[in-house]
């Protein structure tokens, strides 16, 4: 019954790790230590076994959390390496700015992440 439960605990703590900040472990962390404490004093389990599935849990949604961090990471680094490696030609910009140049003191479409407000015209 423990590795079941540790099982679901890296799971749980993998989709966590994939959505929140850090701070989530700590009601997850405490949560699964209820969970284990229910569940061992349902089965009538003893002491020790109890808080050694507290203590399997426990660890278990920490490294769930850390490997749901490391698979956002590569997943972000993909996405991004993919989009880097996309040609201009396939910007989402290109057929709906067909203008080459600047337009009433816009910037041209590739320079999309170098927008700023343009400073008032002087008088």
């Not at 850390?66 to 057929?95: D, K």
Request: charged letters at 10%; one cysteine or more; proline letters at 8%.
């Amino acid at each position: 019954m423990t590795l079941e439960l540790t099982v679901i605990s890296v799971v749980a703590g993998a989709v966590l790790g994939l959505r929140y900040k850090v701070l989530v472990l700590v009601p997850a962390v405490m949560f699964a230590m209820i969970f284990a404490i229910v569940v061992g004093v349902a089965r009538a389990d003893g002491l020790w076994s109890i808080v050694l599935m507290m203590a399997a849990l426990s660890i278990a949604v920490q490294f769930g959390y850390v490997a749901g961090i490391v698979l956002r990471a590569v997943g972000e680094w993909i996405f991004t390496s993919l989009n880097r490696s996309r040609g201009p030609e396939l910007c989402s910009l290109g057929p709906a700015w067909p203008h080459n140049g600047p337009l009433n003191g816009l910037p041209v479409p590739g320079a999309i992440a170098h927008i700023r407000q343009s400073p008032p015209p002087q008088v």
